[in-house]
Nanobody, 127 residues
Framework: VQLQASGGGLVQAGGSLRISCAAS????????MAWFRQAPGKGRELVSA????????YYVDSVKGRFTISRDNAKNTVYLQMNSLKPEDTAVYYC?????????????????????WGQGTQVTVSS
């Protein structure tokens, strides 16, 4: 499984950005998918996750009401729509896949559960 993240960039505070993650392979529709981020000098944190069917979603408290995760299984792609961006959202954003997702009813918040990772895309929010 290969994951390719794209769509990052520089945006002013209050602006919007949509990042995407395209996955290879025929079984994308069985994977839980997640977006993590890592800010300079900080550890990696889970931002949002979505189950294989797109029905169940998770958001960290700091992005609730501002970010929306979605997926298009026909295009093997997961998206993160980020609105009302804040300088504290500045980070490298990584997409990750839990390939056992179809057999796991709940979304995991643990990095170790996600067995494939994309290369990351930089999101910078200026004040």
């Amino acid at each position: 499984v290969q994951l390719q993240a794209s769509g990052g960039g520089l945006v002013q505070a209050g602006g919007s950005l949509r990042i995407s993650c395209a996955a290879s392979g025929p079984r994308f529709n069985t994977y839980h998918m997640a977006w993590f981020r890592q800010a300079p000098g900080k550890g990696r944190e889970l931002v949002s996750a979505i189950n294989w069917s797109g029905v169940t979603k998770y958001y960290v408290d700091s992005v609730k009401g501002r970010f929306t995760i979605s997926r298009d299984n026909a295009k093997n792609t997961v998206y993160l729509q980020m609105n009302s961006l804040k300088p504290e959202d500045t980070a490298v954003y990584y997409c990750a896949a839990d390939t056992s997702g179809y057999y796991t009813p709940s979304l995991s918040r643990l990095e170790s559960t996600y067995d494939y990772w994309g290369q990351g895309t930089q999101v910078t929010v200026s004040s």
